[in-house]
């Protein structure tokens, strides 16, 4: 998901005004969602949903319903965070791997100029 993705999904979403603002500031000037964006974001959004059981009267640690839907976000956050997790790790192998494959065709490129040279001196002995 993009930052411009992100800040359609909230703009649009039933958080309050209060907690869009906060995530719209954590959003702006981002260029990529990162662990730090999406950790920022999600406490925001743990405020939202403790704020709205609060606000409701619902007392989470005695009541067995809103504890299966506190674990069942809890779960669906976990799996977003780890699947980020996953993205982030898969980028930075590509990067390493195309870092790796940039300095093997320097080397390439590099042995080609030298043995160029080298048959240009030959030559002309």
Not at 99 to 119: G, N, Y
């Amino acid at each position: 998901m993009t930052i411009q993705e992100l800040k359609d999904f909230f703009a649009k979403s039933d958080f309050s005004e209060a907690s869009k603002a906060k995530i719209m500031s954590i959003l702006d000037g981002k260029k990529e969602v990162g662990n730090e964006v999406f950790s920022q974001v999600k406490a925001v959004m743990q405020e939202e949903l403790d704020k709205d059981f609060n606000d409701a009267g619902v007392d989470v640690s005695n009541n067995p319903e809103a504890q299966a839907a506190k674990k069942e976000y809890d779960e669906k956050l976990d799996g977003i965070t780890n699947e980020l997790n996953d993205d982030v790790a898969f980028v930075e192998k590509e990067l390493t791997d195309l870092e790796v494959m940039r300095k093997q065709v320097i080397k390439a490129s590099d042995d080609l100029e030298a043995d160029k040279i080298r048959q240009d001196v030959l030559s002309k002995v």
